[in-house]
């Protein structure tokens, strides 16, 4: 019994082991810590361009137009439309009676965030509040409730700009970069920028150095398994 035990010991020591592996890839390989969650999306509209333009270079008109009406935007299906990138406009237009503008056809390229149920992100903690941090990501803020930090007593010190946990002493500060996952997406309309919510409480998760001491204190448990799993191994031999 006392051999099946270790095994499955080592077994789960070893999935962990990936994991953490898995976890160091990905912060290795993204040197800016920053999770790529953009997408370039291409669309298509109609534009007016109005006599005061008519001076002016025909896609820096419908350019100009474009991003007035499209960026800041929230649209249900690209989520937040964050600029607009490039424009190709068809320079036959048409007139409407008794309306001195043409109207083109436009396809253009957008710039757009998209935030998506669990999945992961990293930000940038940017103010502290009685309960909780809101964490930047993208062109909006989400909330990250205190709840919702780590399995600890949390105190929320708004004058410092700091969450301090009582029994771990980690903290979380203005500034601090964090990994969590989306749990709630709400998008707004209109001028409204809608609500996303994050959690950390889940295995590497939370502030930069909170990840590197689970990686290390994992590389540090998985030695000591490997080690009592070889001396269990030479009990048994001796006993046999």
Known sequence: MKT???????KKSNSFKKMANFTQRLI??????????FSVSTLVDIVR???NLFGTGLKKAAESILKSKYESMINA???YIIMVIDAKVETMGKMI?????????????????YPKLQ????????DITDFGAFVRIGPTDALLHLSQVMDDYLKSDVASGIILANQSGRTLKVNS????RITAVSLGKAASMGKIGITCRQPFLGADEWIEEEIKKLDGETVDDESNTNEDSKKIKVEE
């Open 4 to 10: 099946i035990f270790t095994l499955n010991n080592q």
């Open 28 to 37: 290795n390989s993204n040197p800016k810590k920053k999770m790529q969650l």
């Open 49 to 51: 361009i109005p006599p």
């Open 77 to 79: 299906e690209l989520g």
């Open 97 to 113: 009676p008794g309306d001195g503008g043409t109207f083109h056809r436009v396809e253009f390229q957008a710039l757009t965030f």
């Open 119 to 126: 999945e992961i992100v990293q930000g940038e903690l940017v």
């Open 177 to 180: 970069t964090i990994r969590a």
